[in-house]
């Protein structure tokens, strides 16, 4: 079983830029991980993923404002997050994928909100 902590979540202004962090308890050496979203009335959806081989993907909507990035060592992943507009507002999960068995897990989200 892997806990997942996210933190870094807050109120900005459009424009600004957050740095969310999730810390794992176990080593993330063999998991891919990444970060989703869910805003109030819709359904969780992908931000962007980052492989243990660090390739990385992200949603249309956050490509190019956003980067995902890993501290295996700390058993850390980052998702910063630059030029935040207000539907970028949602709770924020990290998620770790286990690649040999598909297993999920998930931490307990971090509220983003960004007024306009």
């Known amino acids: 079983q892997v806990q997942l902590v996210e933190s870094g979540g807050g109120l900005v202004q459009a424009g600004g830029s957050l740095r969310l962090s999730c810390a794992a308890s176990?080593?993330?050496?063999?998991?891919?991980m990444g970060w989703y979203r869910q805003a109030p009335g819709k359904q969780r959806e992908l931000v962007a993923t980052?492989?243990?081989?660090?390739?990385?993907n992200y949603a249309d909507s956050v490509s190019g404002r956003f980067t995902i990035s890993r501290d295996s060592a700390q058993n850390t992943v980052y998702l910063q997050m630059n030029s935040l507009k207000p539907e970028d507002t949602a709770v924020y999960y990290c998620?770790?994928?286990?690649?040999?068995?598909?297993?999920?897990?998930w931490g307990q989200g971090t509220q983003v909100t960004v007024s306009s």
């Open positions: 176990h080593s993330i050496f063999n998991f891919n």
């Open positions: 980052i492989t243990s081989s660090d390739n990385t």
């Open positions: 998620n770790a994928h286990w690649r040999f068995t598909g297993t999920n897990y």
